[in-house]
C-alpha cells in the first residue's frame, strides 16, 4: 500500500516524505540520549554543588572542633553548650545557607546510628548506606531515594571519629561533661572508638530539580535540532528543486514538443552531472531522428505529421 502511494507522488514529494521520516527517527532517538546524557550531567552538576557544600560543612566541624570546643571545655562542666558541638554547628551553618536562593533545596544531616542527639539518628536508608561504607570502606555513595514527599538525590559521604576531643563527650558515660548528660541523658550517643565510622553526611536534593534541570536543556537542545533539520529540509527541497525537479520538467517538455514533430526546439545542458548526461542522451536522440527523418525524405517516404 506504501509503494503504491509512493508511485503517485512526485519526486519532490518523495524526498520530502523521505527527510521527514528521517526527522521524526533522529529527534526521537537523538531525544533518548540526550534525555540519559542530560540527565547524567545533571546529576553529576548537583552532586558537585553538594561536594562543595559537604567540604564546607566538613571545614566548620573541624574550626569548632580544634578552635571553639577547646576554649568553652571549661564551661562544659556546669553549662552544656550545643555550639561546641561540630554537627551542631555544621547543621546550623547549613540551615542558614539555605536561605540563600542557590541552595534552598539542598538538605544536610549526619545520619549517625548511635547519636547523642537523636535529630541526627539515621534511618533504615540511612544505615545501609553508612553500614555500607564500614564495610566496603568506599569513600562515596550516591543515587536516588523514595520519601513520601517524593523522589530525592542525594550523596553521602562517611563520618568517622578523626579527633581524640570527640571522644571526651562520647567515649563512655563517666568522662563526658556532666552539663551533657544531664541534657542529654545516657542512653545514646556513647560507645565511639577513634577512626570508627559512626554515620554518614548525607545531603540531598529533590530529584524535581535534577530532572527538571535536564529536561530544560533537553528542550533546548531538541528545540536546536528540530530548527536545523527543518532548514536542511527546505535547503534540500529548494536544491532539489532547481537542480533536478526543474531541469526535469524541461526535458520532459522539451520531449514531448519532439515527439510531435516541433524539432526546432532543443535539450538544454545545464549540468554535467546525471540531468545534463540525460540532456545529451535526448539531443542525441533528436539528432538521430532528424537524421533518420532526412533519410526516409530524400528516399520520397515523408512521414506525414500527426501533431
Known amino acids: 500500500m506504501f509503494e503504491n502511494m509512493l508511485k503517485n507522488l512526485r519526486l519532490k514529494q518523495k524526498f520530502t516524505i523521505l527527510l521527514l521520516i528521517i526527522l521524526i527517527v533522529?529527534?526521537?532517538?537523538?531525544?533518548?540520549?540526550?534525555?540519559?546524557?542530560?540527565?547524567?550531567?545533571?546529576?553529576?552538576?548537583?552532586?558537585?554543588?553538594?561536594?562543595?557544600?559537604?567540604?564546607?560543612?566538613?571545614?566548620?566541624?573541624?574550626?569548632?572542633?580544634?578552635?571553639?570546643?577547646?576554649?568553652?571545655?571549661?564551661?562544659l562542666e556546669t553549662t552544656f553548650l550545643p555550639q561546641t558541638v561540630p554537627a551542631y554547628s555544621a547543621r546550623e551553618v547549613f540551615e542558614n545557607l539555605r536561605k540563600k536562593g542557590d541552595y534552598k533545596d539542598f538538605f544536610y544531616k549526619e545520619a549517625t546510628l548511635n547519636p547523642t542527639n537523636l535529630r541526627d539518628k539515621a534511618d533504615a536508608f540511612e544505615t545501609k548506606i553508612v553500614e555500607g561504607f564500614k564495610n566496603r570502606q568506599k569513600p562515596e555513595l550516591?543515587?536516588?531515594?523514595?520519601?513520601?514527599?517524593?523522589?530525592?538525590?542525594?550523596?553521602?559521604?562517611p563520618l568517622a571519629v578523626t579527633e581524640q576531643s570527640c571522644l571526651q563527650c562520647h567515649s563512655t558515660v563517666d568522662v563526658a561533661p556532666p552539663s551533657m548528660i544531664q541534657r542529654y541523658g545516657t542512653a545514646h550517643g556513647f560507645g565511639w572508638n577513634l577512626n570508627e565510622i559512626i554515620g554518614a553526611q548525607i545531603i540531598s536534593v529533590p530529584a524535581d530539580r535534577v530532572i527538571q534541570k535536564a529536561n530544560k536543556s533537553s528542550v533546548v537542545i531538541i528545540g536546536i535540532v528540530l530548527m536545523v533539520f527543518v532548514a536542511v529540509i527546505i535547503s534540500v527541497n529548494?536544491?532539489?528543486?532547481?537542480q533536478v525537479v526543474l531541469p526535469l520538467k524541461r526535458i520532459t517538455r522539451v520531449a514531448e514538443e519532439v515527439s510531435t514533430g516541433h524539432m526546432e526546439v532543443d535539450f538544454d545542458q545545464v549540468s554535467n552531472d546525471e540531468i545534463g548526461n540525460l540532456a545529451r542522451a535526448f539531443k542525441r536522440m533528436k539528432l538521430s531522428l532528424e537524421m533518420a527523418m532526412k533519410r526516409l525524405k530524400s528516399t520520397g517516404n515523408t512521414p506525414k505529421n500527426t501533431g
Open 26 to 75: 533522529g529527534v526521537s532517538v537523538s531525544g533518548f540520549a540526550l534525555s540519559f546524557v542530560l540527565r547524567q550531567n545533571a546529576k553529576r552538576e548537583v552532586a558537585n554543588t553538594a561536594l562543595i557544600l559537604m567540604e564546607a560543612m566538613s571545614s566548620v566541624r573541624d574550626y569548632t572542633s580544634n578552635q571553639i570546643n577547646p576554649e568553652l571545655t571549661d564551661k
Open 142 to 157: 550516591s543515587g536516588f531515594r523514595s520519601l513520601p514527599g517524593g523522589d530525592v538525590f542525594y550523596i553521602a559521604r
Open 238 to 242: 529548494v536544491f532539489l528543486n532547481r
